[in-house]
């Protein structure tokens, strides 16, 4: 049952399809094909105690929050205020985004709000002042992981 189900993802993802969907698919012909006694009102019922959880239940939460204060200029304002501070650094705008990041996860604590509201307004300013693109995904994506660690985390 593993194998058809490793090859039926594997099948999948080469040819282009999207990774969740190869994921359900192919859990769905595996659970099919396998020899298994599994009523398909299982299925359903595990896939919605999986995401009944706090956690998973937050990360919406965090980035609505992130968002909200991208919106009411609080995420200008700490950006700026650390491009203040650190922004004359050889590479500056990097320094800053770790900075700001390291101040907006003292305010959300969670990463999934720090990368959503920094990551849509400085990842193109680094793209417009000369770093690479990758580079700046990494980055902010690396920068937003100390939101959990800094308190109030969860």
Do not use: K, W
């Not at 189900?5 to 040819?15: G, N, V």
């Not at 009411?72 to 985004?97: D, E």
């Amino acid at each position: 049952m593993l194998s058809i189900l490793m090859i039926t993802f594997l099948a999948l993802l080469f040819l282009g399809c999207p990774i969740a969907v190869g994921m359900c698919f192919s859990s769905f012909v595996a659970l099919f094909a396998g020899n298994t006694t599994v009523p398909l009102t299982v299925v359903p019922q595990r896939m919605f105690v999986t995401i009944d959880s706090f956690s998973m239940m937050a990360i919406p939460l965090f980035i609505l929050a992130g968002e909200l204060m991208n919106s009411a200029g609080i995420t200008r304002r700490i950006v700026n205020f650390c491009s203040a501070l650190v922004g004359h650094i050889r590479g500056g705008l990097a320094h800053v985004n770790i900075m700001a990041s390291m101040l907006f996860a003292g305010i959300s604590g969670a990463a999934a709000a720090d990368s959503a509201s920094l990551g849509s307004m400085l990842i193109p300013a680094m793209i417009e002042d000369g770093y690479d693109a990758d580079f700046s995904v990494a980055v902010t994506a690396t920068s937003s992981t100390i939101g959990p660690i800094i308190p109030p985390a969860l």
